[in-house]
């Protein structure tokens, strides 16, 4: 039974929902003002030019001119307003107009039937809404069941042959039917073209994301910490902001993998990123910059409180439990920038971390 009902009414994500809610209302009021301007043109030529020839429908074609030169002004300010807002009310006023357009659709085709046995003009537009403007299955199968209803206890006092009656209401009946039918595979066409957009926009956010992080401990690459090293220091050159760097190192990094093997070492790397993200701040950029070394990006950061980031750094790993019977310490070195390049940074950084590490390691050194 779900199944048939999926069938029926397509389903989205939820968090895919509102985006397209969004995505179809913004497009819905681009074409109903295509439509307005259209209906305006066309019907007022039609009066203009074919008067003699309009059977008693001279008041519905008005009443349409003057309906979508209501309708237009409308559209245009609901379309520029935020996508987010009045939400409910422009999804009121694009029902209310297809709404409308049928039950004009309906009229031009009743009012002529003493002299036309035919109901184009209301199937038409039927399939012109079903094609064109994206509203709900549930809702259009309302909108149509509605003007249909209309259509059918109207007909009589306009077409006089009984059987003609009943071949126009067949044939109307079947038409809503086909019409709602295509209403459907227009929306889920949509919805599925709109899902294969998401799934490619994903797969290249996963693949530019995949480019600049470490597949291992998905912090920052080394190319890609020094880009962001060199944007660093452009804008605290324009600012005039303060700007700080640490370097760090795992001490006694080698002897582990030899002793442990690679996947232990491994393991620790691992960890140890996941300290650095816990202890950092949020406006910190984290990076592996090689093997078992890290580099920290601290924007806005005068060099006591990268100092301190450090501390707090070095002294969660040392009571860190990686489970290899033993403590793991960090060495590592911290500049504040002084109108170096990205290279001169980085190198007198790394002179005070190869300073830690002859002084004894789990230090940092100013």
């Known amino acids: 039974m779900f199944k048939i009902i999926r069938n029926i009414v397509p389903f989205l994500p939820d968090k895919y929902k509102n985006e397209f809610a969004n995505t ?76 409308a357009m049928l039950v004009w659709g309906c009229a031009m085709s009743v009012v002529p039937q003493s002299r036309f046995g035919f109901i184009n003009v209301y199937v038409m537009v039927l399939f012109a809404a079903s094609a064109f403007i994206l509203i709900k299955p549930v809702t259009y199968l309302f909108i149509f069941s509605s003007v249909y209803v209309g259509f059918f206890f109207i007909l009589p006092y306009y077409q006089l042959d009984s059987n003609a009656v009943v071949i126009l209401r067949i044939n109307a009946f079947g038409m809503n039917i086909f019409a709602w039918i295509f209403s459907r595979m227009v929306i889920k066409m949509r919805m599925h073209s709109f899902l294969d957009k998401k799934t490619i926009e994903e797969k290249n956010l996963r693949l530019r994301d995949m480019a600049v992080r470490d597949s291992m401990t998905n912090l920052l690459n080394h190319d890609h910490s020094f880009k962001m090293l060199h944007d660093e220091i452009q804008e605290a050159a324009d600012s005039g902001s303060a700007l700080s760097l640490i370097m760090a190192d795992i001490d ?28 950092c ?31 707090r750094i070095r002294a969660t790993v040392e009571s860190f439990d990686f489970r290899i019977g033993a403590p793991m310490t960090v060495s590592g070195g911290i500049c504040e920038y002084k109108g170096e390049s990205a290279e001169e940074f980085i190198n007198k950084t790394d002179e005070k971390l190869y300073r830690a590490k002859a002084e004894g390691r789990n230090r940092f050194i100013i």
């Open 252 to 279: 006694h990094f080698k002897q582990i993998n030899d002793r442990f093997g690679h996947t232990t070492g491994d393991e620790i790397i691992i960890g140890f990123s996941q300290i650095l993200l816990k202890t």
């Open 281 to 311: 701040r949020i406006s910190d950029i984290l990076g592996r910059y090689g093997g078992e070394e890290f580099i920290i990006i601290l924007p806005n950061t005068l060099l006591k409180d990268a100092a301190a980031i450090a501390e």
């Open 24 to 99: 179809v209302i913004r497009e819905n009021f681009l074409k109903l003002i295509i439509c307005a301007v259209f209906i305006i043109f066309l019907e007022s030529a039609i009066f203009i030019f074919f008067k003699d020839r309009l059977f008693n429908i001279e008041k519905i074609i008005i009443s349409i001119i003057i309906l979508n030169l209501i309708f237009l002004p409308v559209f245009f300010y609901l379309k520029k307003i935020p996508q987010e807002s009045c939400h409910t009310a422009k999804k009121t006023i694009q029902t209310i107009y297809v709404l």
